[in-house]
C-alpha cells in the first residue's frame, strides 16, 4: 500500500521546481550499463539535496527503443532494462517518502509498431482492433497536416504491405497514431493512466497531445475534439486521483497552448515553448526585447494553471516557435557545426550552448527562475555537463550523469563498453573534469549555486504563485521585471550585455520601500520618486525583496 | 459541531503547533466512540485548514453525544484514558465513518492486567498529552498526526524484541487507519517512577561529586552502544536493516554543513564580545570542515534516538533508561524515520556534557574541573567505543574522530544560530565548541 506523505495541495505543481530525468542515463543500479529504477533509489538522496519537488521521468515503458522510449509497446510494463513495476513503485514510494512527487512521459498520440494492438489491426482489418489506428487506402488525406521530422519523414503517411492501406503517423513511420475517434480507443488510453495512478505516480507529462485527432481541411493540430478529449481525462483523474497533474507538451504558440488549460479543466501545466529561444536569443544579441515581446504576447492563463519553464531538455532545442529570420540568427550564434542542428533544433546541452560560460549559466538560471511559470531543470545542467554531437540523432544530450571523476563516471560498475553511451572524456566537459562528487566539496561549485538558488527561489512563493509586471527601460540590455503575491513583492533585473551596464527604473509607484538583495540581504538605498539608479556587472543580475522602510533592520 | 467554537477550542491548546497559520476551516473528519453509556467517550480526528491551502489533522477527546459536547477537561480526560487502556487490553477494533480504531496490547506486558488507580495529566508537555496511572502507567496521546507509522512506537516494539532492556516497557498501542489518513494515535507505557533525570542529575553532581558522574557515563556510554548494537542487528527488517550509505552521502552531509555554516557566520553580529573566539574565522571552520570529509568511509547508517542527549535519559536504581524515540519535534517524521550514522546520537550526548558542565555553572555558581568537559567525553566514548558493534562505524579511530567531530560541528553550529536568536547568556557554550573543535581539527590532521 502506498502511504500518505504529502499534504493535500492541489496546487503543489504551481511552486514546484522540476527535474528531469533519463532513466537509462542516471545511475545504474545493476551493473548492466544501462540506468534502471534501482539507481535512481540510490540518488534520492541526492536530488532531495539539491532540493526539486518533482521528478520527470522520461518514457519508461516497453519499447524498441527506435525513438527513445516514446515508440512504447506495452504501456503496462516497464522496458526490462529499467526494472520492474515492483521497482517503480518502490521508487515512487521513496521519493515520497522524501518529499519528492514522480510524474511520467506518456505517449497518448501513438504506440511503437510493435505494439500488439497494431500489430492486431494490420493483420486484421476487420477485427477488433482494426479501426484503432487510422487507415486509408490513399496517402492524399490531411494534405494540410505538415511533417514534423523533417529530416526523417517524407509523409505522414506510410503503406502497410500486409493490410494493403496506409497508415497515418505524425512522427517517425515506425510510431503509428493511434484512432482516437474510435470510443475503444479514447478507454483503453484512460485505463493506461488509471494503472499507473494506482500506483502511486503524481501525474504525467503527455507528449505530443495537439496530434491526438484528424479532420479533413484542417492542420491536424489542437482540434476541438482532442481538447474535448483533455477535459475527460482531467475529470476522470480528478474524480478518483487527487492533488495529480497533467502536464502537456504542445509545441504551440502560447495563444494556441492556452487552450491546453481550457477554462482550468484541461491540463494544470503546459510547456511555454517560445520562451525558450528567445532567452538564448537576447544573450547572444545582449537585447532584452525578444523575452519582453513574447511575455507580452503570453496570454492570461486560469488561476489554477501554470507554465512550465526550462531552458534545456531531452531533445533539440527546439525553434519552431521562432520565425525564420530568427532561426536563421539562432543557427548562426548557436549551432556553427551543422552536426549541431537536427529537424528545426539545437542539439546541444546547455554549458556548450553557453561556452562554459558560469556568468551565462547563473544569468540564464535567473531568468528563468523569476519568470511566472515552474522551472524544469535537465538533468546534468546543474553541474554543467556537455554534450557528444558526434552521437546520433539526440543521443548527444542523453549521455550517462556524471557522478565522479572514477571509472565509467560512477555511473555504472559495467564494462566500458557493455554502457548504453559512453561518458564524456573531452578535457573541458569530460567526468574527470565536471562531476558531482567535485563540485559538491566545491562551495562556489555550480552545483552548490544551483542547490541555494533552488533553496532561495523555493523560499519565495511569489515565484511560481505571483504576478508579473515588466520593467522596461531605456536600456535595452536590461530585463527587468516585478513580481508580486500577496504582500511579497521581488524586483529582478539582469543584465544580458557582455559588459558592465547602469539601468534607471521608474519605480515611483514603490517609493518608500527599500530593496533587499536576496542572496547577501544587502539594503539598497530607498526608492524615491526620481528614477532609481542600477549598476550591474557584465552578465549580472540582481533579486530585490521591496520592503516598506521601518521593516529593514 | 460548531465550526468556529472546535477552531477557537483547538487554536487554545498547548499541543497546537501552527499558532502562526491562519486558520479558514476546521473539520471533523471521523469520530470513534470509546463508550456509548452516559457519558458518551469518543475521539476525533479533526483537520484544520489554513489560508495557505495547507493543513495539519489532530487528535481530539471528548464527552458527549450529537448535542452538548465539551472537550477535554482533565477530569473526562482521565476517564477517556482509562477507556483507551482497556481497550488496549481487550485489542479493540472500533469503527468509525472514514475508517476504523485498532487498539493493541503489547505481549508479556503483565501490567496491562491491573486495575487502574489514580490518574494525574502531566503539565510539562508540548505536542503530546500524557496521563500517568498509579505512578505506573503512562499513555501518551499524539496531538498532531502525520502519516505513517509512529517512530517512537516503531523503536520501542524493535529495541524490546531484541531484547534491549533499558527503555521503559511498552504496554500498549493504539491508531487509526481509513481515507483521511493511516496513522498512530497513540501509546501505553511503563512509567519510570522514582528515577532522576539525567540532565538534573548532572547538575547535582557535577556541582558537589564531579568524579560520581563521571564514573556514571562508563555506564552510559555502554548503554547507548548496546542501543546502536541492537538497532542494527536485523539486516531483514527494511525499516531497520543497517545499510551502507549512497556514495554522496559524505559530500551532501559536507555540502550540507558547510552551508549552514556560511549562513550562521554571515549574520554574526561584529560587536558581540562573546563571540571573540570564532569571529572572522567562518572560512577557517569551513576549510577544517573539508579536511575533516576529504576521505574515508562513513560507516554505516541505522535508525538512531535522532535526538540524544542527558535530557532524554533517566537513573533508575543506577541504571540509565532512554527515553523519547520520537526524534527532533521540527523534523518531519519521515526525516526522524531516516537512518544515520550512530555517531550523530553520539555527537548529541557529547555536546550535552559541554552544555551541563556550563549550566552548572551558571545555574548552580559551580565551580568546574577545568578538565572535567574532557574527562567526560573520554569516559563516554572509551566504553562506548569499546561496546559497540564496531561494522556501524567507519573503519580507523582516525576515522570515527573525524566523522565525529563534522556531528559536533554541525550540532554546534545549529547551537550557536539558537542561542543567539533564544537565549543570548548561553552563546559561550556554542562559542567554545567550536573553538574546541578547530584546535582538535587541526591537532588530528
Same mark, same amino acid.
Given at each position: 500500500?502506498?502511504?500518505?506523505?504529502?499534504?493535500?495541495?492541489?496546487?503543489?505543481?504551481?511552486?514546484?521546481?522540476?527535474?528531469?530525468?533519463?532513466?537509462?542515463?542516471?545511475?545504474?543500479?545493476?551493473?548492466?550499463?544501462?540506468?534502471?529504477?534501482?539507481?535512481?533509489?540510490?540518488?534520492?538522496?541526492?536530488?532531495?539535496?539539491?532540493?526539486?519537488?518533482?521528478?520527470?521521468?522520461?518514457?519508461?515503458?516497453?519499447?524498441?527503443?527506435?525513438?527513445?522510449?516514446?515508440?512504447?509497446?506495452?504501456?503496462?510494463?516497464?522496458?526490462? /532494462?529499467?526494472?520492474?513495476?515492483?521497482?517503480?513503485?518502490?521508487?515512487?514510494?521513496?521519493?515520497?517518502?522524501?518529499?519528492?512527487?514522480?510524474?511520467? /512521459?506518456?505517449?497518448? +498520440?501513438?504506440?511503437?509498431?510493435?505494439?500488439?494492438?497494431?500489430?492486431?489491426?494490420?493483420?486484421?482489418?476487420?477485427?477488433?482492433?482494426?479501426?484503432?489506428?487510422?487507415?486509408?487506402?490513399?496517402?492524399?488525406?490531411?494534405?494540410?497536416?505538415?511533417?514534423?521530422?523533417?529530416?526523417?519523414?517524407?509523409?505522414?503517411?506510410?503503406?502497410?504491405?500486409?493490410?494493403?492501406?496506409?497508415?497515418?503517423?505524425?512522427?517517425?513511420?515506425?510510431?503509428?497514431?493511434?484512432?482516437?475517434? +474510435?470510443?475503444?480507443?479514447?478507454?483503453?488510453?484512460?485505463?493506461?493512466?488509471?494503472?499507473?495512478?494506482?500506483?502511486?505516480?503524481?501525474?504525467?507529462?503527455?507528449?505530443?497531445?495537439?496530434?491526438?485527432?484528424?479532420?479533413?481541411?484542417?492542420?491536424?493540430?489542437?482540434?476541438?475534439?482532442?481538447?474535448?478529449?483533455?477535459?475527460?481525462?482531467?475529470?476522470?483523474?480528478?474524480?478518483?486521483?487527487?492533488?495529480?497533474?497533467?502536464?502537456?507538451?504542445? +509545441?504551440?504558440?502560447?495563444?494556441?497552448?492556452?487552450?491546453?488549460?481550457?477554462?482550468?479543466?484541461?491540463?494544470?501545466?503546459?510547456?511555454?515553448?517560445?520562451?525558450?529561444?528567445?532567452?538564448?536569443?537576447?544573450?547572444?544579441?545582449?537585447?532584452?526585447?525578444?523575452?519582453?515581446?513574447?511575455?507580452?504576447?503570453?496570454?492570461?492563463?486560469?488561476?489554477?494553471?501554470?507554465?512550465?519553464?526550462?531552458?534545456?531538455?531531452?531533445?533539440?532545442?527546439?525553434?519552431?516557435?521562432?520565425?525564420?529570420?530568427?532561426?536563421?540568427?539562432?543557427?548562426?550564434?548557436?549551432?556553427?557545426?551543422?552536426?549541431?542542428?537536427?529537424?528545426?533544433?539545437?542539439?546541444?546541452?546547455?554549458?556548450?550552448?553557453?561556452?562554459?560560460?558560469? /556568468?551565462?549559466?547563473?544569468?540564464?538560471?535567473?531568468?528563468?527562475?523569476?519568470?511566472?511559470?515552474?522551472?524544469?531543470?535537465?538533468?546534468?545542467?546543474?553541474?554543467?555537463?556537455?554534450?557528444?554531437?558526434?552521437?546520433?540523432?539526440?543521443?548527444?544530450?542523453?549521455?550517462?550523469?556524471?557522478?565522479?571523476?572514477?571509472? +565509467?563516471?560512477?555511473?555504472?560498475?559495467?564494462?566500458?563498453?557493455?554502457?548504453?553511451?559512453?561518458?564524456?572524456?573531452?578535457?573541458?566537459?569530460?567526468?574527470?573534469?565536471?562531476?558531482?562528487?567535485?563540485?559538491?566539496?566545491?562551495?562556489?561549485?555550480?552545483?552548490?549555486?544551483?542547490?541555494?538558488?533552488?533553496?532561495?527561489?523555493?523560499?519565495?512563493?511569489?515565484?511560481?504563485?505571483?504576478?508579473?509586471?515588466?520593467?522596461?527601460?531605456?536600456?535595452?540590455?536590461?530585463?527587468?521585471?516585478?513580481?508580486?503575491?500577496?504582500? /511579497?513583492?521581488?524586483?529582478?533585473?539582469?543584465?544580458?550585455?557582455?559588459?558592465?551596464?547602469?539601468?534607471?527604473?521608474?519605480?515611483?509607484?514603490?517609493?518608500?520601500?527599500?530593496?533587499?538583495?536576496?542572496?547577501?540581504?544587502?539594503?539598497?538605498?530607498?526608492?524615491?520618486?526620481?528614477?532609481?539608479?542600477?549598476?550591474?556587472?557584465?552578465?549580472?543580475?540582481?533579486?530585490?525583496?521591496?520592503?516598506?522602510?521601518?521593516?529593514?533592520? | 459541531?460548531?465550526?468556529?467554537?472546535?477552531?477557537?477550542?483547538?487554536?487554545?491548546?498547548?499541543?497546537?503547533?501552527?499558532?502562526?497559520?491562519?486558520?479558514?476551516?476546521?473539520?471533523?473528519?471521523?469520530?470513534?466512540?470509546?463508550?456509548?453509556?452516559?457519558?458518551?467517550?469518543?475521539?476525533?480526528?479533526?483537520?484544520?485548514?489554513?489560508?495557505?491551502?495547507?493543513?495539519?489533522?489532530?487528535?481530539?477527546?471528548?464527552?458527549?453525544?450529537?448535542?452538548?459536547?465539551?472537550?477535554?477537561?482533565?477530569?473526562?480526560?482521565?476517564?477517556?484514558?482509562?477507556?483507551?487502556?482497556?481497550?488496549?487490553?481487550?485489542?479493540?477494533?472500533?469503527?468509525?465513518?472514514?475508517?476504523?480504531?485498532?487498539?493493541?496490547?503489547?505481549?508479556?506486558?503483565?501490567?496491562?492486567?491491573?486495575?487502574?488507580?489514580?490518574?494525574?495529566?502531566?503539565?510539562?508537555?508540548?505536542?503530546?498529552?500524557?496521563?500517568?496511572?498509579?505512578?505506573?502507567?503512562?499513555?501518551?496521546?499524539?496531538?498532531?498526526?502525520?502519516?505513517?507509522?509512529?517512530?517512537?512506537?516503531?523503536?520501542?516494539?524493535?529495541?524490546?524484541?531484541?531484547?534491549?532492556?533499558?527503555?521503559?516497557?511498552?504496554?500498549?498501542?493504539?491508531?487509526?487507519?481509513?481515507?483521511?489518513?493511516?496513522?498512530?494515535?497513540?501509546?501505553?507505557?511503563?512509567?519510570?517512577?522514582?528515577?532522576?533525570?539525567?540532565?538534573?542529575?548532572?547538575?547535582?553532581?557535577?556541582?558537589?561529586?564531579?568524579?560520581?558522574?563521571?564514573?556514571?557515563?562508563?555506564?552510559?556510554?555502554?548503554?547507548?552502544?548496546?542501543?546502536?548494537?541492537?538497532?542494527?542487528?536485523?539486516?531483514?527488517?527494511?525499516?531497520?536493516?543497517?545499510?551502507?550509505?549512497?556514495?554522496?552521502?559524505?559530500?551532501?552531509?559536507?555540502?550540507?554543513?558547510?552551508?549552514?555554516?556560511?549562513?550562521?557566520?554571515?549574520?554574526?553580529?561584529?560587536?558581540?564580545?562573546?563571540?571573540?573566539?570564532?569571529?572572522?574565522?567562518?572560512?577557517?571552520?569551513?576549510?577544517?570542515?573539508?579536511?575533516?570529509?576529504?576521505?574515508?568511509?562513513?560507516?554505516?547508517?541505522?535508525?538512531?534516538?535522532?535526538?540524544?542527549?542527558?535530557?532524554?535519559?533517566?537513573?533508575?536504581?543506577?541504571?540509565?533508561?532512554?527515553?523519547?524515540?520520537?526524534?527532533?519535534?521540527?523534523?518531519?517524521?519521515?526525516?526522524?524515520?531516516?537512518?544515520?550514522?550512530?555517531?550523530?546520537?553520539?555527537?548529541?550526548?557529547?555536546?550535552?556534557?559541554?552544555?551541563?558542565?556550563?549550566?552548572?555553572?551558571?545555574?548552580?555558581?559551580?565551580?568546574?574541573?577545568?578538565?572535567?568537559?574532557?574527562?567526560?567525553?573520554?569516559?563516554?566514548?572509551?566504553?562506548?567505543?569499546?561496546?559497540?558493534?564496531?561494522?556501524?562505524?567507519?573503519?580507523?579511530?582516525?576515522?570515527?574522530?573525524?566523522?565525529?567531530?563534522?556531528?559536533?560541528?554541525?550540532?554546534?553550529?545549529?547551537?550557536?544560530?539558537?542561542?543567539?536568536?533564544?537565549?543570548?547568556?548561553?552563546?559561550?557554550?556554542?562559542?567554545?565548541?567550536?573553538?574546541?573543535?578547530?584546535?582538535?581539527?587541526?591537532?588530528?590532521?
Amino acid at each position: 500500500m502506498s502511504e500518505q506523505w504529502f499534504e493535500r495541495d492541489p496546487l503543489w505543481f504551481k511552486r514546484a521546481v522540476f527535474y528531469e530525468i533519463h532513466i537509462r542515463g542516471f545511475f545504474d543500479g545493476n551493473d548492466d550499463g544501462s540506468g534502471d529504477f534501482r539507481g535512481l533509489i540510490d540518488k534520492l538522496d541526492y536530488l532531495e539535496w539539491l532540493g526539486v519537488d518533482c521528478l520527470w521521468l522520461l518514457p519508461m515503458y516497453e519499447s524498441p527503443l527506435r525513438d527513445g522510449g516514446y515508440d512504447i509497446s506495452n504501456f503496462f510494463a516497464l522496458h526490462p /532494462d529499467y526494472g520492474s513495476v515492483e521497482d517503480f513503485r518502490e521508487f515512487v514510494e521513496q521519493a515520497h517518502q522524501r518529499g519528492m512527487r514522480v510524474i511520467a /512521459d506518456l505517449v497518448m +498520440n501513438h504506440t511503437s509498431a510493435d505494439h500488439p494492438w497494431f500489430q492486431e489491426s494490420r493483420t486484421e482489418p476487420a477485427g477488433a482492433k482494426g479501426n484503432w489506428y487510422v487507415w486509408s487506402e490513399s496517402d492524399e488525406r490531411y494534405p494540410e497536416a505538415r511533417v514534423i521530422f523533417i529530416d526523417a519523414e517524407p509523409s505522414n503517411w506510410t503503406l502497410d504491405q500486409l493490410r494493403g492501406e496506409y497508415y497515418w503517423h505524425r512522427f517517425f513511420h515506425h510510431q503509428p497514431d493511434l484512432n482516437f475517434a +474510435n470510443p475503444e480507443v479514447q478507454e483503453a488510453m484512460l485505463e493506461v493512466l488509471r494503472f499507473w495512478l494506482d500506483l502511486g505516480i503524481d501525474g504525467f507529462r503527455l507528449d505530443a497531445v495537439p496530434y491526438l485527432f484528424e479532420r479533413e481541411g484542417t492542420n491536424g493540430e489542437n482540434l476541438p475534439e482532442t481538447h474535448e478529449y483533455l477535459k475527460r481525462v482531467r475529470a476522470e483523474v480528478d474524480a478518483r486521483y487527487p492533488d495529480r497533474l497533467l502536464l502537456a507538451e504542445a +509545441n504551440q504558440w502560447p495563444e494556441d497552448v492556452v487552450d491546453y488549460f481550457g477554462d482550468g479543466d484541461e491540463c494544470q501545466m503546459c510547456f511555454h515553448f517560445p520562451v525558450m529561444p528567445r532567452m538564448f536569443m537576447a544573450l547572444r544579441r545582449e537585447d532584452a526585447t525578444p523575452i519582453y515581446e513574447i511575455l507580452d504576447r503570453t496570454p492570461h492563463i486560469p488561476d489554477n494553471c501554470q507554465w512550465g519553464l526550462f531552458l534545456r531538455n531531452h531533445d533539440e532545442l527546439t525553434l519552431e516557435m521562432v520565425t525564420d529570420e530568427e532561426r536563421d540568427y539562432m543557427y548562426a550564434e548557436y549551432a556553427k557545426d551543422p552536426r549541431m542542428k537536427l529537424n528545426l533544433g539545437i542539439r546541444r546541452r546547455l554549458a556548450p550552448l553557453l561556452d562554459a560560460g558560469r /556568468d551565462e549559466a547563473e544569468l540564464l538560471h535567473a531568468i528563468l527562475f523569476s519568470l511566472p511559470g515552474s522551472p524544469v531543470l535537465y538533468y546534468g545542467d546543474e553541474i554543467g555537463m556537455g554534450d557528444n554531437v558526434y552521437l546520433g540523432d539526440r543521443d548527444g544530450v542523453r549521455t550517462p550523469m556524471q557522478w565522479s571523476g572514477d571509472r +565509467n563516471a560512477g555511473f555504472s560498475r559495467a564494462d566500458w563498453a557493455q554502457l548504453y553511451l559512453q561518458p564524456l572524456m573531452d578535457p573541458v566537459y569530460g567526468f574527470q573534469a565536471v562531476n558531482v562528487e567535485a563540485q559538491l566539496r566545491t562551495p562556489n561549485s555550480l552545483l552548490r549555486w544551483m542547490q541555494r538558488f533552488i533553496a532561495l527561489r523555493k523560499e519565495h512563493p511569489v515565484f511560481g504563485l505571483g504576478s508579473y509586471k515588466p520593467l522596461p527601460a531605456e536600456n535595452t540590455r536590461i530585463f527587468a521585471h516585478i513580481r508580486t503575491w500577496e504582500e /511579497d513583492i521581488v524586483m529582478c533585473v539582469h543584465n544580458l550585455a557582455r559588459s558592465a551596464q547602469a539601468v534607471q527604473l521608474d519605480l515611483s509607484e514603490y517609493a518608500g520601500m527599500v530593496p533587499v538583495e536576496m542572496l547577501g540581504r544587502t539594503a539598497f538605498p530607498p526608492i524615491g520618486e526620481l528614477p532609481y539608479l542600477l549598476t550591474l556587472a557584465p552578465r549580472g543580475f540582481f533579486w530585490f525583496q521591496l520592503r516598506p522602510e521601518g521593516q529593514v533592520e | 459541531m460548531d465550526e468556529q467554537a472546535l477552531i477557537e477550542y483547538v487554536t487554545r491548546q498547548r499541543w497546537y503547533g501552527a499558532k502562526s497559520r491562519m486558520v479558514s476551516h476546521a473539520e471533523v473528519l471521523d469520530t470513534i466512540v470509546l463508550r456509548h453509556a452516559e457519558p458518551q467517550l469518543s475521539l476525533a480526528l479533526v483537520e484544520m485548514r489554513y489560508d495557505t491551502g495547507a493543513h495539519d489533522i489532530y487528535q481530539l477527546l471528548f464527552s458527549g453525544g450529537t448535542e452538548g459536547v465539551t472537550f477535554d477537561s482533565i477530569r473526562e480526560e482521565a476517564g477517556i484514558a482509562r477507556e483507551i487502556v482497556s481497550a488496549m487490553r481487550t485489542g479493540l477494533t472500533l469503527q468509525g465513518s472514514q475508517g476504523v480504531a485498532e487498539f493493541h496490547p503489547a505481549e508479556d506486558f503483565s501490567a496491562l492486567g491491573r486495575e487502574l488507580g489514580a490518574a494525574r495529566a502531566v503539565s510539562t508537555e508540548q505536542s503530546n498529552s500524557s496521563m500517568i496511572f498509579d505512578e505506573a502507567l503512562i499513555l501518551k496521546v499524539f496531538r498532531h498526526l502525520e502519516p505513517g507509522i509512529n517512530p517512537e512506537l516503531e523503536m520501542l516494539r524493535f529495541l524490546t524484541e531484541r531484547g534491549f532492556r533499558n527503555i521503559p516497557a511498552l504496554g500498549g498501542w493504539y491508531g487509526y487507519s481509513g481515507g483521511p489518513l493511516t496513522a498512530t494515535l497513540g501509546l501505553l507505557q511503563q512509567y519510570v517512577a522514582g528515577a532522576v533525570g539525567g540532565w538534573e542529575l548532572a547538575l547535582v553532581e557535577i556541582t558537589d561529586a564531579p568524579e560520581r558522574f563521571l564514573d556514571r557515563l562508563d555506564r552510559l556510554g555502554e548503554v547507548t552502544a548496546k542501543m546502536h548494537t541492537a538497532l542494527g542487528a536485523d539486516p531483514n527488517d527494511p525499516a531497520f536493516a543497517p545499510e551502507e550509505p549512497s556514495v554522496e552521502s559524505l559530500g551532501l552531509l559536507t555540502a550540507t554543513v558547510d552551508e549552514e555554516i556560511a549562513r550562521v557566520f554571515l549574520s554574526l553580529p561584529d560587536d558581540d564580545e562573546r563571540l571573540g573566539p570564532i569571529l572572522g574565522r567562518g572560512e577557517e571552520v569551513r576549510e577544517q570542515l573539508r579536511l575533516l570529509t576529504h576521505a574515508g568511509s562513513a560507516g554505516r547508517v541505522i535508525r538512531t534516538h535522532g535526538d540524544y542527549h542527558l535530557g532524554q535519559t533517566l537513573l533508575s536504581n543506577n541504571e540509565w533508561v532512554i527515553l523519547d524515540f520520537e526524534g527532533e519535534p521540527a523534523r518531519t517524521l519521515v526525516e526522524r524515520r531516516r537512518k544515520r550514522s550512530p555517531l550523530r546520537d553520539v555527537a548529541g550526548m557529547l555536546r550535552s556534557f559541554a552544555y551541563a558542565a556550563t549550566a552548572a555553572e551558571l545555574t548552580r555558581d559551580a565551580e568546574i574541573p577545568d578538565d572535567w568537559e574532557e574527562r567526560a567525553r573520554e569516559r563516554f566514548l572509551e566504553t562506548y567505543l569499546e561496546t559497540v558493534d564496531a561494522t556501524l562505524l567507519p573503519p580507523g579511530e582516525a576515522a570515527i574522530e573525524r566523522l565525529l567531530a563534522v556531528f559536533e560541528l554541525e550540532k554546534a553550529v545549529y547551537e550557536l544560530r539558537y542561542e543567539l536568536d533564544n537565549r543570548p547568556d548561553w552563546v559561550g557554550i556554542p562559542v567554545a565548541g567550536i573553538e574546541r573543535l578547530m584546535r582538535a581539527a587541526a591537532e588530528a590532521l
